[in-house]
């Protein structure tokens, strides 16, 4: 009997790679693969991730984690891990990065550097992990499937409001200080709460519907679009998600006070799916640090379609005039090309219906998704078999990794 396939996702907070770990475990059921998968107990957002009874595992701690995986089991890995955690798996289990994460400079998760096998989840990744030495890569990028079925509000006609700017850390005590002061501070810091039902304005919507985390850039992307913004005064920008901390709250804010009133913060917002019919182009971040995007897909599904630059990985998700629009990095060229496109949708030019492209969101959808899981479950299995101590897979000495590793 084949030992399930065992999942490791201990974040404190729901992202990108956290929606995936949910989709990737139907995956593997939809093929008749059993699975576990190990989270934090205190991570409550998985309640809204829905899962089978008697899939999700919980533990206190990270230490506790090794004792739930027998010897010989596949153990995928979606989030960082302590060192100490992976020497107990690494001997006695196939130990398998999901690559969620691009490379971008010489920091990288230790789980990305000892597994014996790493998994991305696009092109792009696959070419920042190789530029950086990594070995043992898994030839398929595990392209996300587009998965809605989350988060979704019973009532549908119940209006959209406002919700948590922030996702507060609890271990800085500047973040549980202002937490507790906002209601006072937030005219002193520039937080302008929107109202808190949501109504559509006249003119252009442009929507970010993400969280504001560094590694999407959006403070460096308002900063490059702030002159053509500011000439299409009739451009109004909605941005559904949470900041990951108040340092990254206030940065944003900073970089979007000269469009004044034309941006609206609205926070957390569970029911996805609702928000992009609220838009009429999805606006996402800079493309180096971003993995696939998730929220690239959901709206092409939606119907609503994308402005992002020209460069991996959106060339991966994104037909130039099919799914949205593509343009040159603002920080090339100052924005121009940005503002050339933005004219010519604020002219009036007939937006794309992304749906229209089925072959294309077809790639995206969850059987073919499931197919890519079921595929890697089989050469991931086939590997375990006899599994043995192995190298680490890197070509970099591994004390010097260790140096590099997060």
């Known amino acids: 009997m084949q030992l399930p396939v065992y999942q490791i996702n201990l974040s404190s907070a729901l992202g990108g790679a956290e929606v995936y770990t949910r989709t990737f475990t139907a995956a593997l059921l939809a093929r008749g693969r059993d699975t576990r998968v190990i989270t934090l107990a205190g991570a ?133 200080i202002v937490r507790a002061a906002l209601p006072w501070l937030s005219p002193l810091l520039g937080i302008v709460r929107p109202p808190v039902r949501f109504e559509r304005r006249p003119g252009l919507t442009l929507g970010v519907v993400s969280r504001l985390a560094p590694l999407k850039q959006f403070s460096r992307l308002f900063e490059c679009l702030r002159e053509p913004l500011q000439a299409y005064r009739q451009v109004t920008i909605e941005v559904f998600g949470a900041a990951v901390d108040y340092r990254a709250l206030r940065e944003f804010r900073r970089a979007v006070a000269p469009l004044g009133n034309r941006v609206r913060l609205w926070g957390h917002q569970g029911d996805v799916a609702r928000l992009y019919g609220n838009i009429d182009y999805l606006l996402t971040g800079l493309p180096e640090r971003e993995a696939l995007g998730l929220n690239v897909l959901e709206a092409q599904a939606c119907g609503t379609p994308v402005l992002a630059p020209r460069s991996p990985p959106f060339t991966e998700t994104v037909i130039d005039g099919s799914g949205g629009f593509l343009y040159t990095d603002p920080r090339e060229d100052g924005g121009r090309d940005f503002a050339t496109v933005l004219g010519r949708v604020v002219s009036g030019a007939q937006p794309p219906d992304p749906r229209a492209a089925v072959g294309h969101l077809a790639h995206f959808g969850f059987e073919a998704f499931a197919d890519r899981v079921d595929r890697l479950a089989a050469g991931l299995a086939d590997r375990a078999t006899g599994l043995a101590a192995q190298a680490t897979g890197r070509a970099a000495p591994v004390d010097q990794a260790a140096r590099r590793s997060t």
């Open 44 to 176: 409550r957002f998985w309640e809204g991730l829905p899962m089978p009874a008697g899939v999700r595992l919980s533990v206190a701690d990270a230490s506790q984690t090794p004792s739930l995986i027998p010897d010989g089991a596949v153990v995928i890995i979606h989030a960082p891990l302590a060192r100490e955690v992976l020497a107990a798996l690494l001997p006695r289990t196939r130990v398998v990065a999901l690559a969620h994460q691009a490379l971008y400079d010489d920091r990288w998760p230790v789980y990305y550097e000892l597994a014996h096998e790493r998994v991305p989840v696009s092109h792009h990744v696959a070419a920042t992990l190789a530029a950086r030495g990594f070995a043992s890569i898994w030839p398929e990028p595990l392209h996300a499937a587009i998965d809605l079925a989350r988060g979704v509000d019973a009532d549908a006609s119940r209006p959209l409001v406002s919700g948590r700017l922030c996702d507060w850390d609890s271990h800085k005590p500047r973040d549980r």
